[in-house]
């Protein structure tokens, strides 16, 4: 089992940035794609951006635009970055690996991050 531990979550004001990490144990990293999950209070947690092994990426249309996910295979982390930031972003953010990017069951999850978007 790999875990998975995000940071970099907090308050912001619309229009703001952040970037998110997750740091990953484990010798796999690099053989993994990685997603980043939200969930808001009274919804579904939702899909929002995943990478590839390769390097390769997708997005929710919410966020495409706005959001870039990246890898850093020699720290075992992934990043999300999160520009022009708006109040319906309010969510925590998990981290999810798995060895597809069919994300039907990730194999692990982080404990999640909070994202306050508000002035």
């Known amino acids: 089992q790999v875990q998975l531990a995000e940071s970099g979550g907090g308050l912001v004001q619309p229009g703001g940035s952040l970037r998110l990490s997750c740091a990953a144990s484990g010798s796999t990293f690099r053989i993994n794609a990685m997603a980043w999950y939200r969930q808001a209070p009274g919804k579904q947690r939702e899909l929002i951006a995943s990478i590839s092994s390769g390097g390769s990426t997708n997005y929710r249309i919410s966020v495409k635009g706005r959001f870039t996910i990246s890898r850093d295979n020699a720290k075992n982390t992934v990043y999300l970055q999160m520009n022009s930031l708006k109040p319906e972003d309010t969510a925590v953010y998990y981290c999810?690996?798995?060895?597809?990017?069919?994300?039907?069951?990730?194999?692990?999850w982080g404990q999640g991050t909070q994202v306050t978007v508000s002035s």
């Open positions: 999810a690996r798995d060895q597809t990017m069919n994300w039907v069951r990730p194999m692990d």
